[in-house]
């Protein structure tokens, strides 16, 4: 057993972990306010990817500084899928929700399509070739890079839910909505601020990634599939248990990858889903849900 | 004394049904007026409606002489109209003075500060329980805090939905007496409950509602005498 | 509408001798998505339960059809029927696990998906079974390889299973199982009360539902001759499956073929006209934004609306005449059996809640016949008693027994066969059903067969005074016209003890006076009694005897006079400033 691999895959895994954080924190955003599930969420993180592939090779803007842009562009679009669609079905059975949300993730997943084709695309950052040497392991600077910037961004999000008061007022909403209202607040504004707080987190994410993995439409699923693992392990809701989730997720699926064949790395990590969802829906921090 | 709050020809109901109709009522500046009746009779669904968490089908809202029907929850609370809602309604996760502070709207941290320190003059044992979580009070802090965070917002009406729900007699008490401390010092009340002689204690008039409709106005005092409140409601 | 339907048989059938090839071809993928539309339907539609991840059904059944053929050569068309077997067995752990551990909503169909890839996954892996290029068959033409030169022999194979997944659903929807579905995917706690065995039922729509899927995947596999993991097991063909019903209406029979019709030809010409030149996404964007437009603004589909549309009135239930004699309410199952000196005896019943101690250490007994009133302050904890009893909570200790035999532990609808049922604080009554339909969820405990449960449904439903709202959606009902519902739908289950949660809440006196008299018949008919209310002149005028609950504890028990003048219950109620005003 090579150390230096598992060092090297330890190492690796930590630092993409910090995206897998940052998209599952959005996601778990999204449910703990509106107790709306995400299913466009790897769908909208794909858009990211090629909004900041589109900055870079149409405006030159390296996607280190264009993720701003990604992440406006997702805040409007969260905002209003919220404002628009998920809205006008807020009375009605939970599953219609599911199919609607659905429905917008076939619609981005094949528009992606149409407007970029199936070919896997990458994004060019002058950083991406850079690595730095630790002893035997190696560090690409582009992966270090994405992993400061997105757990700045997780503390940044952080800092605005608990240190603002329309943060506090958007906690307040995921406590207890009916409260919410009874005191005054604007909750459809609340939710679509939370929605689109929550695609901006995942429009970042995206940009990020993008230097550092290739990626096409289809991606949009699996990214879905591991976000909801991140955040049915930490818990449905709760940011912290997202933010440490993702972490964790990232490396086991790193260490996964050192000592399995890629593809069995997919069915652990399915089977890993399961096993949560039979035995601890609430995840290791969330709550459970009604 | 002038109308603070007229309700005339209310309607109100959940889907098919219609809860309340036909209910005319007012509260004038500076009163304490009780709404009582029986579990289902329509007080959750007619304070509702005052505080435009459900529609108003037919009829008028009127609050200081202007129409409060059709406008938003977050608007009539804008107005000067505090809801204390059945069950409290607090937000569980975060402390006690996160759920007052919540409740203010002053931008001013001084005038935030201020109403916070008049809530807790009024509720010592909040001042005790300032940064524990909200859920993990009794059930009559709980009522404390919910009225408090009522409270913050200054309003000029303050609606309470049964704060005797749930509640050990002893506690009951003490919340009145601190409803009656609040009144005195301006704020008119309108107070909803099952809990009937607490509720005509603290009140100068009272309305009784059955299947929603008013079928009994009057004084503190004719209400305690009449043989049908007596009947329907004391158990005598 | 028969007549219609029949017509449209008869067309389709020979429709192929002027059809063009291509246009058959359309045809046998439109009878084909129906069919797999129809069996998702099953468990999909009418149980509600919804599953993105069926195509891991097709990917067995036509995987396991594929291999025996090839490794030994048995012919397909028993092929096909292990392949639904083992198709049904998946299904069954699928339901099994998701329905044991409670998954609902979004965490089943994740729980689906979850299941769908990992065969994908794993069946990319496995080299011998073609790995991820998958498998091919050679073509031979050999019918008994179910092969044919004749496209057109496709065409009436693929009708003939959408017909057979139809009747299926057909055959489902009259029965007691579709009416338990259906009860089910309305509210599944209030079909529990009712005797419905909510896993058992969940679980069968799930193995039919899988089986016939799984069906599919053989006729897949032998007429596109090639089976690859990613298209066979992928989501884009569960939602391909599900789509379809959804669009034409879920839960509906006629749904997912008309959402076939619908759909299938818009597929397959945006595959054409737009396939070429990297847009091939572009039917699915279609799908994306078409499910958005369901939900929005169709969420029942096309079919149901359609049908508004074209008939006026709801079709009249299919009611035959009773030809079995209803037993007279007095020699119903309730009463029937050994006697026993005590109909419930609860002992030392415990249940507490976090830091509330709900109840605390309660004996309570009802005796045969007897009508039994609780009472306490609101808080006391007397719903927690229902629930203890009936089966929605367990108790953290002591025993309760009906009849000799204690219940303890057992799922509500046992205990509603057992002859306790009840009816909830809140009415719940199935919105979507009709008065009858709604007491005939009841009626189906003592009758399993609808047409007599029916009969008994009509016959209760006139006792309880509601026989002129029979075909009245429940929804549309005032709220007096739900409490004599929700107590007809219990009534029709045959108890020997009702539960009755606090009925007359809400009631005005007229109605209060009509649901006291309609109590008094049903407790001279010989059911038992024990009821919860608020309303103290009810609770005076009906009651045998009375006990009072306080904060979790009894703190009295005797004669209504008894207790109207005890002190403690005047405490409890009003506090200790009224202890000395009670008359005597």
């Not at chain 2, 069950?87 to 996760?93: A, D, V």
């Not at chain 3, 057979?164 to 338990?180: L, N």
């Not at chain 3, 719903?383 to 309760?400: I, K, M, Q, R």
Request: overall charge positive; hydrophobic content about 50%; proline content about 5%.
């Amino acid at each position: 057993m090579d150390l230096t691999l598992v060092l090297q895959g330890l190492l690796s895994g930590l630092l993409f972990g910090g995206v897998y954080s940052l998209m599952a924190v959005g996601l778990t955003l999204i449910f703990g306010v509106m107790r709306v599930v995400n299913f466009a969420h790897g769908d909208m993180m794909v858009w990211g990817m090629y909004l900041a592939y589109l900055l870079a090779a149409r405006g030159g803007i390296d996607p280190y500084l264009g993720f701003v842009a990604c992440a406006a562009a997702l805040f409007a679009l969260g905002f209003l899928v919220q404002r628009g669609l998920v809205d006008r079905i807020v009375d009605s059975p939970h599953e219609m929700q599911i199919l609607l949300m659905l429905g917008v993730a076939l619609a981005l997943e094949n528009l992606a399509l149409v407007a970029f084709g199936p070919e896997p695309t990458r994004v060019r950052s002058p950083l991406a070739a850079a690595t730095l040497w630790l002893g035997p392991i190696f560090v690409d600077v582009a992966r270090l890079v994405t992993f400061v910037v997105a757990v700045a961004l997780t503390l940044a999000l952080s800092l605005f839910l608990y240190r603002t008061d329309l943060g506090r007022t958007i906690r307040a909403a995921a406590d207890n909505t009916y409260g919410a209202l009874v005191i005054g607040t604007d909750v459809r504004r609340v939710y679509a601020v939370a929605f689109g707080v929550g695609a901006a987190c995942v429009g970042a994410a995206g940009a990020l990634v993008s230097p550092i993995l290739p990626f096409q439409p289809p991606t949009g699923l699996s990214l879905s599939v591991t976000s909801f693992n991140i955040v049915i392990i930490g818990g449905m809701g709760s940011l912290l248990g997202a933010f440490v989730g993702g972490l964790l997720v990232s490396l086991a699926e790193s260490l996964g990858a050192v000592f399995l064949r890629p593809s069995l790395k997919e069915l652990l990590s399915f089977s890993l889903l399961i096993v949560i969802l039979l035995f601890r829906p609430a995840g290791l921090f969330g709550r459970r849900p009604s | 004394m002038s109308t603070l709050l007229r309700l005339d020809g209310l309607e109100a109901g959940y889907g098919d049904l219609t809860a309340v109709s036909g209910v005319s009522l007012e509260v004038r500046q500076g009163e304490a007026v009780a709404l009582i009746g029986s579990n289902g009779a329509g007080k959750t669904t007619t304070l509702r409606a005052i505080s435009g968490l459900l529609p108003v089908r037919a009829g008028r809202v009127e609050f200081d002489g202007a129409r409060l029907d059709g406008l938003g929850s977050a608007q009539i609370v804008a107005r000067g109209i505090a809801h204390v809602p059945e069950g409290r309604q607090l937000f569980p996760t975060m402390t006690v003075r996160d759920n007052l502070e919540l409740g203010g709207h002053a931008a001013d941290r001084r005038q935030r500060d201020d109403a916070l320190e008049l809530v807790f003059t009024l509720f010592p044992r909040l001042r005790e329980r300032e940064r524990q979580l909200a859920g993990t009070l009794s059930g009559g802090e709980q009522q404390m805090c919910a009225i408090g965070r009522g409270l913050m917002a200054r309003p000029r009406l303050l609606l309470l939905d049964e704060p005797s729900l749930g509640l050990a007699p002893v506690t009951v008490k003490l919340i009145f007496e601190t409803l009656r401390r609040v009144n005195d010092g301006g704020t008119t009340i309108m107070v909803v409950e099952q809990n009937v002689p607490r509720a005509l204690q603290l009140s100068h008039r009272g309305y009784v509602l059955e299947n929603g409709r008013i079928v009994l106005e009057g004084s503190r005092e004719s209400l305690l005498a009449s043989p049908h409140v007596k009947q329907a409601y004391l158990g005598l | 509408m028969r007549w219609a339907l029949v017509a449209a048989l008869v067309v389709l059938l020979a429709l192929p001798a002027v059809l063009s090839s291509y246009a058959v071809t359309l045809f046998i993928l439109i009878f084909f998505y129906g069919f797999l539309g129809q069996a998702w339907n099953i468990v999909g539609g009418y149980a509600g339960q919804l599953s993105v991840g069926h195509a891991a059904f097709v990917g067995v059944g036509g995987y396991t059809a594929a291999m025996l053929s090839i490794e030994t050569g048995l012919t397909p068309w028993l092929g096909m029927l292990v392949g639904g077997a083992l198709a049904a067995l998946l299904g069954a752990i699928i339901g099994y696990l998701g329905f044991r551990f409670g998954l609902r909503g979004f965490y089943f169909v994740l729980l689906t998906v979850a299941f769908a890839e990992i065969c994908r996954i794993a069946v990319s892996n496995i080299d011998a079974v073609g790995g991820p290029l998958g498998l091919y068959i050679t073509f031979t033409g050999d019918p008994r390889q179910f092969q044919f030169q004749d496209s057109r022999v496709y065409y009436y194979i693929a009708l003939a299973l959408m017909l057979v997944a139809t009747a299926a659903a057909w055959a489902i929807e009259r029965r007691r199982f579709g009416i338990y579905l259906a009860a089910i995917r309305e509210d599944e706690a209030a079909a529990e009360a009712l005797g419905v065995n909510a896993f058992k039922y969940k679980m069968l729509a799930m193995i039919v539902s899988s089986f016939l899927t799984g069906l599919g995947g053989t006729f897949y596999a032998f007429y596109l001759f090639s089976l690859q993991p990613n298209t066979l097991f992928g989501i884009p063909l569960s939602v391909e499956i599900i789509i379809r019903p959804i669009v034409g209406g879920a839960g509906t029979l006629l749904g997912p073929i008309l959402g076939s019709f619908i759909l299938t030809p818009l597929a397959e010409l945006s595959r054409l006209y737009l396939g070429q030149g990297g847009l091939h996404g572009a039917h699915l964007i279609a799908y994306g934004v078409l499910l958005i437009g369901v939900v929005l603004f169709l969420p029942e589909g096309a079919y149901p609306r359609l049908r508004r549309l074209l008939q006026r009135s709801r079709p009249p239930l299919q009611s035959e005449p009773a030809r079995i004699v209803l037993r007279p309410p007095s020699a119903q199952a309730g009463l029937t059996a050994p006697a026993t000196v005590t109909l419930l005896e609860a002992r030392g019943l415990s249940r507490r809640f976090g830091g509330l101690q709900a109840v605390a250490g309660l004996d309570l007994t009802v005796a045969p016949g007897e009508m039994l009133g609780l009472i306490g302050p609101n808080g006391a904890g007397k719903t927690t008693v229902f629930n203890l009893l009936s089966g929605f909570l367990t108790p953290d200790a002591g025993d309760v027994r009906f009849r000799g035999r204690s219940i303890v532990g057992l799922p509500p609808h046992a205990i509603c066969r057992r002859g306790l049922a009840r009816t909830f604080q809140i009415v719940r009554p199935f919105p979507r059903m009709t008065v009858l339909e709604n007491v005939r969820v009841g009626a189906l405990a003592l009758h399993p067969r609808a047409p007599e449960a029916l009969a008994r449904a009509r016959d209760v439903v006139a006792r309880v005074g509601l026989g002129a709202r029979e075909r009245v959606a429940a929804g549309a009902l005032t709220l007096a016209e739900r409490k004599r519902l929700e107590l007809a739908r219990a009534l029709a289950t045959g108890p020997a003890l009702l539960l009755l949660d606090e009925v007359m809440a809400g009631l005005n006196p007229t109605e209060i006076e009509t649901i006291i008299q309609l109590i008094r018949g049903i407790h001279e008919s010989g059911v038992s009694i024990l009821l919860i209310e608020h309303n103290m002149r009810a609770v005076m005028a009906l009651s045998q005897r009375i006990v009072v609950l306080s904060f979790g504890e009894r703190i009295a028990e005797g004669t209504p006079t008894d207790i109207a003048n005890h002190p403690k219950v005047i405490e409890a109620y009003l506090g200790d400033e009224y202890v000395h005003a009670a008359p005597a």
